[in-house]
């Protein structure tokens, strides 16, 4: 049996972020989503590429003319993102955000120095102090990773304040914990059998190519090549974290034979769905 | 990490095929008022609007007016409550915005979300034919599956319906309400 469990939702990050708490009495569980709602909005505030006070916009204005410092937290999530872009060759890489604009999908910022066309993930250095300086001018984004870790914070500060099972949900990334195992239902094309993960204490994240018809928030970049994925394809991975799991999906939907080998490594697994309708398991 | 990967066959879902339709209450109004101002009182301000107020509303917001209808509260340490629901394309979202006494966005918190999706799955219904196919004994046979890996959904409309709420707090509830004293 379950015991009571708090749900509420606020739009942050984009989307919408639910959290769902259980084994804490109304008042403290409601205390404890207040405070995970709090985490979630200090990582939005720090790495938000939308907003032009957020440290990322800073280091996308700055770190090409100087090293500039952030939080520990931002630091790094960068260099989270920066072992992945190397672990996958480049097929996810954090500084795509100047192509992303091209399209459409982000703003543009202002920022005073163009982004150089041939900056990619391995100009940006992490220096001591928590300091970040690019060795050329490029904008980074921390889209999807960024919205990974505001879940795992948010999940780990349930914890924290006593929660049995929780379970925090940002659009495509879910993490939960709890005694018993949970089945989270994956979106699918309609009519084939309906995907189902069971998990315990993971996370899940999902990003799929869309048509183009079908939103812009749906382009995916391969970051070697630069060009927007043929649609069709959509993922999900399970990781132990979820800032790993969203930025594995992109590592999937990229180059799925070399995803392997990085799944592997993280012990991670993942679904691909393929526009021929089949569910392919990876690493097999 | 342990994660195990289930397709349900169709079949076992054959019997719920009616339109979808995934949806989730997370606070009443009483709740959500009750999180906002923690101790205050809350006096209901509803109002309808003119039609030359959700003009002037529409033209600032630069967001279509749905319904006349505000339902407002202004609480005892000077701030508002508004309770609003925008419509996406296919879901129906109730939600709430707590403003101070200067009209300044304090919080912004889902009331309710109810997807409706021709085809998709219904999920609260599938769970039995779903959970005795699949999964043993020890699972919750009494649980819904609220879990959905994938669903991105856009905020923009509820996005769009705080800009909407905040030109109506400015054009019409502030200046009433300083007009009354």
Known sequence: MRVAEVERARPLLGTFVSMRVGGLPPARAQRAIDLAFAEVQAVQRRMSFHDPDSELSQLNRQAARRAVTVHPQTWRVLARALRIAAASGGSFDPSVAPRLVALGVLPA???????????????????????????????????????????????????????????????????????????????????????????????????????????????????????????????????AQAWLADALTKVVLADPPQARDVLARCAAQAWLHTPDGGWHRLPR | MHARFVLVPLAALAAVAPPAIHAATYLTVAQAQALMFPGQRLTPDFLDLSTTQIAAIERDAQVKVLTPQVRAWRTSGGGWFLADQVYGKSELIAYAVALDAAGAVQRVEILSYQEAHGGEVRLPAWRAQFIGKHHGDAMHLDEDIRNISGATISCRHVTEGVRRLLSTWALVLAPQAHARG
Do not use: M
């Not at chain 1, 099972?165 to 089945?183: K, M, Q, S, W, Y």
């Open chain 1, 109 to 239: 910022p202002a920022a005073e120095l163009a982004p150089d066309p041939a900056a990619d993930w391995r100009d940006v250095r992490l220096l001591p102090g928590f300091r970040v300086r690019f060795r050329r001018p490029l904008w980074l984004d921390l889209g999807g990773i960024a919205k990974g870790h505001a879940v795992d914070r948010a999940l780990a500060r349930l914890r924290r304040c006593g929660a049995t099972t929780a379970c925090v949900d940002a659009g495509g990334d879910l993490r939960l914990f709890g005694p018993e195992e949970e089945a989270v239902a994956l979106r699918g094309p309609r009519g084939r059998p309906r995907p189902v993960v069971w998990l315990r204490d993971g996370a899940l994240a999902s990003s799929a190519v869309e048509p183009e018809d079908d939103a812009l928030s749906g382009r995916v970049l391969d970051g070697r090549r630069g060009w927007a994925l043929a649609p069709g394809r959509r993922v999900t991975v399970a990781a």
